[in-house]
């Protein structure tokens, strides 16, 4: 005999602006009644605010607090708990529905969850607009074509590492910038692409800010602010406006 | 005076299944008349075929017929040519989408449109789902994660650049891999990680496969195919099974 037992959906929501869900994250977040999210130890949780007109009383919502301090991260005990309480609807059952910023797989947290819960459930993910190619459209720049080389950082890498990948390759994405900023900035200054650099901060939402790193002032950013840089860029793409860019 | 002129809509359709179009795409799809897309010069658009449900006899459709020759590619003069007819739309103030495999500005063929309209008239990109993030949900394994380094390579290039990003990161994807399939095979199994690499082609679509690369006799693929290659997983994942693997 064998028990249907309920499914776990890794949906990915996008970048932030809620139009840019796809029609089957919409379809599964409106008919799931479980759906549970990360959120910081203060404030809203940015997958909830991303789909929270979807999320009426009905719903059971899961928060998986964790402590956004870098010490603590990954917070073990947190998903450990997470993941009994999402095990025990699905073995009642139901399907649940966990909300991923911008895409399941590409840097998000939802892989500790995917770690406790896929060898005993079913599991299905459901990709999502990723912060890096909303990026390039509110950049308005190809980010890579015909055969570029792509490479994704992350700003807390060592100076090493982003030096490395700042010396090759057609495009450098730097994501999860943050508190590196002036760090980053420093190295790409060193490695004379300064000017190919463009800043972008929580792309997609209202308060979207994109312009040359060049003009960046501050030393440190929002965690959802990425860095592009056009290093082997030909001359049409250089010659275009940035978008928000002032001069 | 100013004139409203037409706004030029680069959309990202996604990898394949209907239901991975944003809200948005599917919003401007449906309420603009002017539809572009790119068409082999034999068979059918797969832009298209995304989206067919919801183009009714109203649309204005423009196929933009690319000979599938290698050493024509891009094609110069179609590409001028449908940036006239585009703008021709434009000028008499009304929107034109153009529709793009995946998203429009990840090695999409969007940018030809772009670097020849994007001067002259109102451009807006709507990032879609990528066959990249798709690859990795249907691959049912994390692309990236935390610090991880990611690489994006283009199967045509030559054997010294893969074998070059063959050597480090955490996690490589080669795309267009087509008819350089054995080839790629050879300097992946070279690199010592033919045992780490996940074959895949046509995903999110009815005839999907997903394998290990090992496992793939085949000496060509379709050309919407990838590779995507794990490097320095943790264990965790290495135990993982694939989505598809018969083992």
Redesign the interface.
């Known amino acids: 005999m064998t028990t249907r037992r309920g499914t776990l959906y890794g949906i990915?929501v996008?970048?932030g602006?809620?139009?840019?869900?796809?029609?089957?994250a919409?379809?599964l977040i409106t008919t799931t009644r479980v759906i549970a999210y990360p959120a910081p130890d203060t404030g809203e949780s940015f997958a909830r605010s991303i789909v929270s007109q979807w999320l009426d009383a009905d719903k059971h919502e899961i928060a998986i607090t964790i402590p956004m301090r870098v010490e603590r991260f990954p917070a073990k005990d947190v998903y450990d708990q997470a993941a009994i309480d999402i095990a025990s609807h699905l073995e009642s059952d139901e399907d649940v529905v966990v909300l991923c910023e911008g895409?399941?797989?590409?840097?998000?947290s939802?892989?500790y969850l995917?770690?406790r819960l896929?060898?005993s459930h079913t599991?299905e993910?459901?990709?999502?607009?990723?912060s890096?190619?909303?990026s390039?459209?509110a950049a308005?720049?190809?980010?890579?074509?015909?055969?570029?080389?792509?490479?994704?950082?992350?700003g807390?890498?060592e100076d090493a590492?982003i030096a490395?990948?700042l010396k090759?390759?057609d495009a450098i994405a730097i994501i999860?910038v943050g508190r590196h900023l002036a760090r980053l900035r420093g190295l790409i200054e060193k490695a004379g692409l300064l000017d190919r650099a463009i800043y972008l901060e929580r792309v997609t939402l209202g308060e979207q800010k994109v312009m040359p790193l060049a003009q960046v002032g501050a030393d440190a950013a929002p965690y959802f602010s990425m860095i592009l840089i056009y290093r082997g860029a030909e001359s049409?793409i250089d010659n275009?406006p940035i978008a928000g860019d002032e001069m």
Chains 1, 2 share one sequence.
């Open positions: 990915g996008g970048p602006d809620p139009e840019l869900l796809t029609l089957k919409h379809r895409d399941p797989f590409f840097y998000g939802f892989m995917f770690e896929a060898a599991c993910i459901v990709p999502g607009v990723s890096l190619m909303a390039a459209a308005g720049r190809p980010l890579a074509a015909r055969n570029d080389v792509l490479s994704v950082v992350a807390p890498s590492t490395h990948y090759q390759g999860k049409w275009l």
